[in-house]
Structure formats: C-alpha cells, structure tokens
C-alpha cells in the first residue's frame, strides 16, 4: 500500500508538505556545492582534485557547504578514500557527504568509509534554516538492481519526526532516486514518500555520471556530470565539474560548474 501511494503521489507530482509550508519558514540565502562520483584511485586524481578544490575555494561569494554524493574512492580502500577526504579538507568549507558502492571493499566491508566518516551513513545537519539529510542508498558493491536497506529507512521513521515539517528540506544521497532515472533502487518511492509532509525542496544524487532533471510537483531531483578524471560519463558528455547551489527564499537554484581537464 505503502508503494502504491508514493506511486500515485510521485505520478501527480503532487507534495503535500511543500505546499503547506510554503511561506511559513525564515530560511537564510547563502549558497552550497553538490559534487558527486570523485573515484579517487591515483596520483593522478590527487593533480586532478589540487585542481578542482583550488577552483571551488576561488567561488564569491564564499559558499556555506559542501555535499559529496558518494563514490569517494575506485576500490574502497581506506588509502583511496582517505586521500578523497584530505584533498577536500583544504577546501576549507563543512563538507557532508555519503557512502557510494564503490566506497565498499570485497564482501560488501564498509569499515575504512566508517573510520574515516564516523556517523557518516544517515544524519542531518542545518545551515541557515536548511535542513539537509544525508542518506545511504548502497546495496554494498550492488551497481544496479538495488534496494535501499532496511538500517536507512528504520533511521528515516525514527528521526523524521524530530524535523521542523516547515523549514525547508534537501536530501543527498547516492543512488539516483528521480522516476525513470538510471540505477534509481527498487524501493525509491518508499524512502521518498516518508518525507510527504515535510518541506522538501531538492534530492541531489550520484552514481549516474550525467545530467538528468526530475519534478515531483516543487519538488527537484537531480544528477550530474561525474568529477573523477577516472572515470568516463555515462551520458556521453566530456565535462567534468560540480553544481554550485543557491538557497533563497526557501528554493533552490543551480549552475553547473565546469573545470577544464586540461
């Protein structure tokens, strides 16, 4: 039953929560970064990411945050996804981000991603009247045909109601959870329909390495071009980059940032 009304909700694009809240919450503007798929596995990317940071650290005015979408590292290795942490360190900025199925080892082994992120699998944290939830969506190394576990959405039912239903929401994960999506899980609708009566705003995603746009009535859900030189883009696209975000009056905005390879 549960499926069927977020089935039905998603496909009149209709958000109940959105709608009632609209104008009721005293939310700052300040703007963010949505960075997704680094796939850290070299020297080389650590040229790549000097560069990358030193272009997000030159954005004025100076941005608020920054969200990594998953995928930190190639082999989930705590060398590959410690040399990811340190690289964005020196951006300088609070940086959240969330687990990929890349930052898993053999045997689905999470263990060097929860060293070096404690309480970094399902969490909340605020910014100026924002509400941003960060979510795991991995299934362990699974690339497709996945389903959000059960340890996420048992987190969801247990800490949604201590959210403030009227302050805007925006959810990160790294699983693409917009309809039609590529590698969108199995079970997306029922982690999206818990946040019905809840302000949300936008999802920003990963692990589809290219741009796709989804509308759930005000509802945006994204993914974008990758940021690994690793790695190709699935759409095809050669641009590699980052989203810089602005929150205003409780909606946001986005640009695509490119930074040029050579």
Not at 33 to 48: E, F, M, P, R, T
Not at 104 to 123: C, I, M, Q, S, W
Not at 219 to 247: M, P, Q
């Amino acid at each position: 039953m549960l499926r069927l009304s977020a089935g039905g909700m998603l496909a009149l694009g209709l958000w109940p929560g959105a709608l009632r809240a609209a104008g009721l919450a005293e939310a700052g503007e300040f703007t963010f970064i949505v960075v997704n798929d680094l796939h850290y596995q070299s020297d080389k990317c650590g040229a790549w990411f000097e560069r990358v940071v030193r272009q997000m650290k030159a954005t004025e005015p100076k941005p608020a945050l920054c969200l990594i979408l998953g995928d930190y590292s190639e082999h989930g290795t705590a060398k590959e996804i410690g040399a990811a942490k340190e690289a964005f360190a020196r951006l300088e900025l609070p940086t959240f981000g969330v687990i990929g199925n890349h930052d898993h080892t053999v045997g689905d082994d999470r263990t060097a991603y929860e060293k070096l992120f404690p309480n970094a699998l399902n969490y909340v944290v605020e910014q100026n009247g924002w509400q941003f939830v960060g979510l795991d969506t991995t299934e362990g190394q699974k690339a497709g045909g996945t389903a959000i576990g059960g340890e996420t959405l048992k987190w969801v039912d247990e800490n949604l109601p201590k959210l403030d239903r009227t302050k805007p929401l925006v959810i990160f994960t790294h699983f693409p959870l917009g309809l039609l999506t590529p590698y969108r899980p199995k079970n997306a609708d029922d982690l999206l329909i818990r946040f019905k009566d809840h302000n949300l705003q936008s999802v920003f995603n990963g692990h589809f390495h290219g741009f796709t746009e989804r509308q759930m009535g005000r509802v945006t859900l994204t993914t974008n071009k990758c940021c690994a030189i690793s790695r190709a883009n699935h759409d095809g696209t050669k641009e590699k980059g980052y989203f810089l975000c602005t929150a205003k009056d409780g909606k946001v905005s986005r640009q695509f940032v490119e930074v040029p390879m050579a």
